[in-house]
């Protein structure tokens, strides 16, 4: 018997292939960078049809916004009637949406307090649980595999990449559509004491081999994620590859082009310490956006995207939470012209 050690399995990487957004006034993810455009989506006309009858808002955003993610990586026909052409049992939808299904149990709440559980109509009860937008999404597209909604806090979007990544590198799926979605209603803009950003935005992630057996274009590669209990110790963890690296390769440097971050400037670490990250530019999507809860990560990482797009070689770093929030969550994001 040979005493020579098997070599280490190889890292499956988890690479991001498509985006789509549905935000109020924007159509591409380069608008998040501040590119101008005429147009852009509309909540009023946008969210009508009758594949969006009896649905809550946010699961009809969220389908707005899957097919258009869906069809920049080339799994779905640029009219949608040839269907998911990916394999449906392989696939997970993974969502990040924290005020989601307010509106809908509040609504409930009113309606059994008014006329009591005889006056509830069946119809509207699945919209009361928190995965009915992965479900929407998953039957739009009949896509079988895990399906996960996370709605814990300000790192909730990052969270998502975090566990769709993971899903990935087990092997428990080669794709995932991961989206962020925070409705607009009465009882979130009660809650929250502003409006949403009423808005979706969607990531299909992939192995790096799956992406590169069916030719897609590779946008972004997912370095790594990780949560810790600040800034600095997410960011490190991160670095360091998070979970799922059994290869010992270092991922990107705490020096980065972009760093995609919800904190105000001057926000991001104690006075006395020095900065966790030296970044070329930093942006906070909330300037411009407003609240966007378990939407931010994802927008954080589409707006990564947009950015590698013309910036080939570069590396980003999002993260979202802070000393107010029970974590702080990191994710390195490189362009698809310099690898881990």
Known sequence: MSSAHSPAPARREAVVTGVGLAVPGLTLPD???????????????????????????????ALRTAAPALRDAGLLGEDGSAGYTGNGDATAVVVSSNFGILDSV?????????????????????????NVIAGSVAMAHGLRGP????CNGPTSGLDALYWARALLVAGRAETAL?????????????????????????????????AAARGARVRATLSGCARGADLTAAVTAARAGGPGRTDGAEAPGPAVDLWLTDRPA??????????????????????????????????????AVAHFDTHAAHTALATCGGPEDDAVAAVFLSGPARTA
């Open 266 to 303: 001057g926000e991001e670490s104690a006075p006395e310490d020095p900065p966790p990250v030296r970044a070329a530019a930093v942006l906070d999507p909330t300037a411009s956006l407003g609240l966007c809860s378990g939407a931010l990560g994802l927008l954080q990482a589409a707006a």
């Open 31 to 61: 608008e998040l960078l501040g590119t101008v455009r005429e147009g852009g989506f509309d909540p009023r006309t946008g969210l009508l049809g009758r594949d969006l009858r009896h649905k809550d808002r946010a699961s009809r955003l």
């Open 178 to 210: 991961v989206v962020g979605v925070e409705p607009d209603g009465e009882a979130v803009a009660k809650l929250l004491g502003a409006a949403a950003v009423d808005g979706a935005v969607a990531l299909v992630v992939e192995t790096a081999e799956h």
């Open 106 to 130: 509040c609504s409930f709440a009113d309606i059994i307090a008014r006329d009591t559980v005889l006056g509830l109509a069946p119809m509207g009860l699945p919209q009361t649980s928190s």
């Open 147 to 150: 399906s996960v909604t996370l």
